[in-house]
Structure formats: C-alpha cells, structure tokens
C-alpha cells in the first residue's frame, strides 16, 4: 500500500510539473514548484535552485525555505559547494554527512550545519549534455539518498529543465539565453517585492512569497508582474 501511496505522489507530481509545457507558463513558478515537489517526495526539509545565467555563472532562483537560500546564496558567492560541483559535472552529488566537507567546501560546510541540516543532494538540471543549473535537497539528518530517490529526483529535474527551455527553442542559443536572463532578473523584482510586503505586513519573507504567489495564481497572473505591480505601488498584499 506504502508503494503504491508512493507512486501516486510521484504521478502527480510529474502531472504538476508538466502542466507548464504549454505555450504559456510562469517559469518562476515552475522552479518553486520543482522545489517544493521535491521536498515533499523526496523526505527533505527544504530544497534550493540555482540556474546558470547566459554567461555560465549560477544564480539562486528558487528556494523553500530562508536557511536554504542562504545557503544556496553562499554557494553563489563563493562558488563551491554541491550544487556547483553538481552542475560542473552534470551529474548528481550526494553528501551523506556535511560535518566531512569541512575541508572540501569549508564556508558551505559550516553555514550549512548552522542552519540545522546535516545531510545535501544535487542534482543538475540538464538536456543533451548541457547543464543549465542544479537543485540541493537538504535535510536535518545524515544518511544517504537510495538510488529510486535519486532516480526520481533527477526525473523531475529532467521535466523542469525541457520545461524552462522549451523544445522547440533549444537550438536557438539566443533565444535560451534570453529566457534563462529574463527568469533570473525577474528573481530580483520578486526578492524586492517580497521585502516590501514583509516590512509593510510585518510578516516573514515565506509568508510574503506565498502572498505574492497566491495572488498571481488566483489572478492568473505571472509572479514577475504581480511583483512588479507591488513595488509599482499598484498592488497592496
């Protein structure tokens, strides 16, 4: 029965992702979904996305909680940790025990165990070879990630990834780099707007996000314009 529980989930995860291969879509919302998804199916406690801008350097795009965008934020700045080796390799990293990176990636090592996990798995988002980005599920305790999780994680990173690209754009490198540029610069009117509700509600920022992300929902509106509309003082949530 727990099998088969299982395998519900994962059906309907996949539908959930998959939704967004239509003409129009919201990539941002997409990368949270995959993150969210993630954590559910994959037994994590929260989970973080960094996809590659046209010149090859990784930005944080999507996190679940604010200790994993912290984190992920590190690895941005300094440019090691996991999800960079993930994504250097294309292939997924698993870390057991992050107390034994010390020496490898010390700043991540510690920054990590600070905000209370103790374990990380990566995997990249890449289409024929070519990696755009990669996703960390961590966790608050050690152990390893059986081979069916890192089947199904990197499934639905393979999902996201033709998802944010599009097929029938994937040999205009032009037209990728533009939709991978216009993802992360709308990351940063989203961040500025989540701030400007969070000091204005005298909220957290999560709870800022999920306001601005239900409105956009229940609206049909993307994320970017339903942010751009709250620092345009059009909108008030």
């Known amino acids: 029965m727990e099998s088969i529980t299982r395998a519900s989930r994962v059906s309907a995860a996949f539908v959930k992702i998959a939704d967004a291969l239509v003409d ?3 990539p941002l919302d997409l990368v949270q979904t995959l993150v969210e998804e993630s954590v559910e199916l994959l037994d994590g406690t929260a989970a ?9 350097v990784l930005q944080v795009l999507a996190s679940t909680s604010e200790e994993a ?5 590190l690895q941005q700045e300094t440019g090691t940790g996991p999800c960079i080796e993930c994504y250097d390799a294309g292939a997924p990293v698993t870390i057991r025990d992050i107390t034994g990176t010390r020496d490898r990636w ?9 905000q209370g996990f103790r374990s990380v798995h990566a995997f990249p ?17 050690v152990g390893e990630l059986g081979a069916e999780d890192i089947a199904v994680g990197q499934a639905l990173t393979d999902v996201a990834t033709i998802s944010i690209l599009q097929e029938r754009t994937i040999r205009e490198n032009a037209v990728v780099n533009d939709q991978l540029q216009r993802a992360l610069n709308s990351r940063i009117l989203i961040e500025q707007a989540k701030g400007m509700i969070a000091y204005t509600a005298n909220i957290d920022t999560a709870e800022a996000f999920q ?15 339903t942010a751009q509309a709250v620092l345009d003082r059009t909108l008030t949530l």
């Open 125 to 141: 988002l890449r289409l024929r070879g070519r990696s755009i980005g990669a996703m960390n599920l961590f966790r608050v305790d």
């Open 69 to 73: 965008r912290l984190v992920e934020v």
């Open 48 to 56: 973080g996305l960094m996809l590659a801008d046209p010149n090859g």
């Open 106 to 114: 010390p700043a991540f090592s510690e920054l990590a165990v600070a």
């Open 24 to 26: 129009e879509y919201d």
């Open 211 to 225: 306001r601005l992300r239900g409105h956009a929902r229940s609206n049909n509106t993307s994320l970017r314009d």
